[in-house]
C-alpha cells in the first residue's frame, strides 16, 4: 500500500511531498523428491520446508523553495525506512533412513534474520544562468545493519551488525541549445545495501553430497561513482552515455575447489567492475500517422492523450578488475519498447517489452534471449479521482535465464525459471485537484522486492 500527500504552501510555488508506502510479503515453497532403491522401497531425498516473510515500510518528505527573481530552486528532504526479513529452512538431505517426509524430522534447520533502518536527509540547489542550469546536491546516508544466522546442525551462530554513515555529492550542468534541444552531463556517488536474498542461507534447498548452496552473510555494500552525458531533443528522443565504476559488487556465481566434486553456489564480491553503456530512447507518435499532422500536434502538450510507441536501445560494455574471465568480453546491446494506446470509453493501454538477446553479459553467457511482455489498462473515474487499473506481467511467462557462469575452475550451465506470470488489481484516489508526480529520486526510494536468482 502506499499514499502520496502534495499541496502549495503559499503563492511563490512553494510545495510540500509526502510519500509513505507499505509491503508485506510471505511465501512458504514446499520441496519433497522421491526415489526407489533395489528392493523397491520408497525413499525421500532433499526435502525442504521454507518459511519466509518480508516487511518493507518508509515515509519521506520534500519541500522545494523555488525564488524567482534569483533563478534559484532549492529542495530538501528526508526518509527513514525499515527493513525485515526472516527465512526459517528446515532440511532432509541424501537420508534413506526417513522413509516418509515428516514436517516434524529434519536433519538440519537454519534461521536468518536481517533487519535494515535507513535515515536519509537531502539538500539541493538549482541555478538558471543564461542559458545554462547548474545543479549541485548532498545527500546524507545512515544505515544501520542487523544480520544473523543459526544451524541446527552444530554451526556456530553468525551476528553480523554495523554501520554505514556517509555523504554522497551530486552535481549536473545542462546547456539549452534552443526551446527543443539540450545537452546535459551528470556525476552522482551512490551506495547500495546487499539484498537479502542474496544474504540469506536458505536462497534455494538444492543440497547433496555434490553441491552446496547459501547465502552470504558478510557481503559489504557498494559504492557507484556514476557519470552521465546526455543529448535531449523535442523533450522525447535522448541520446547518451553513462560510465559506472562500482566497488565490492555482487554477481552470482559457482565456484568449486581445486580438486573437489563440489559446487558452491553464492554470491561473489568484486573489487571493482566498470560498465560502459550508450543508449538511444526515441518515441514513434502513431497519431501523426493514424490521425495525421493536426491532430498529433493537438496531442503533443497532453502525452496522457496521445498514441505512441516508445522504443530504446542500450549498449553495455562492461569490465571486472582483478577477474580472470574465461570467456570472450563482448559487449551486449538490449531493448525494450512501451506503448500506449487510447481506446474506447476512455480506456488508456500500455504494453511493455523487454529483450536481452544472446551474448556475454559480463561473468555470464546468455544463452537464450530473456524477455518478458507486460500489458496494463487504466480508466478514471468520478470527475478522474478514482483510477481503476488491470495489470498482467510476464504475460506468457517467458521471463527465464539460461546461462553459462564461469566460476573459480567450474563452469556452470545454469537455468531458472519462476513462476513470474502476475495479475494486479491497483485502486488510486486523488483527494486533492493537484496531480500526483511520480516518486522523487532525490533519495533512493527502491522497494525492497521478492526476486532472486542470476539477474534482476
Known sequence: MSAQYKTKLDTLGRTLDVTAYMNLFDKNPLTESTGN????NT?????GDVDFSLKNYYLKYDF??????????????????????????????????????????YSDRIDFDYTENNLAFYVEAR??????????????????IDRQATRSSGVPVENIKYTNTNFFPNASIMYTIN???NVSGTYSRKIAQPDYNVLDPNNTSTFDQYNSSKGNLSLKPTFFDNYELKYTAFQFVSLGANYSVSKDNTRFVFNAEPGQLVSNQASQQFDKINIFSAYLSFPIPLDYFLKGKEEFQKRMNTMDKMNYIFV??????????GFDNPMKNDAIVNYSFQSQLILPWEITNTMS???LPKGNWEIYRIDKPIQQFDISFNKDFLNKNLKVGLHCFDVFNANEVNALIAGQNLNTNFYQKNDSR???????WNFGNLKLEKENTDINTDKKNTSGGLLK
Not at 523555488?66 to 538431505?93: C, M, R, V, W
Open 37 to 40: 532403491n533395489v528392493s523397491n
Open 353 to 355: 517489452y523487454f529483450i
Open 179 to 181: 526551446d527543443d534541444m
Open 127 to 144: 541555478k538558471k544562468f543564461k542559458k545554462f542550469n547548474f545543479t549541485a546536491g548532498l545527500r546524507f546516508e545512515d544505515f544501520q
Open 43 to 47: 525413499f525421500n531425498y532433499n526435502n
Open 64 to 105: 522545494n523553495f523555488p525564488f524567482e527573481k534569483l533563478g534559484l530552486s532549492l529542495g530538501t528532504g528526508g526518509k527513514y525506512s525499515i527493513t525485515k526479513a526472516g527465512d526459517i529452512g528446515q532440511y532432509n538431505f541424501n537420508t534413506p533412513d526417513i522413509a516418509v517426509f515428516d514436517s516434524n524430522v
Open 312 to 321: 530504446n536501445i542500450n549498449y553495455v560494455k562492461s569490465e571486472i578488475e
Open 422 to 428: 502476475t495479475f494486479r488489481v491497483s485502486l488510486t
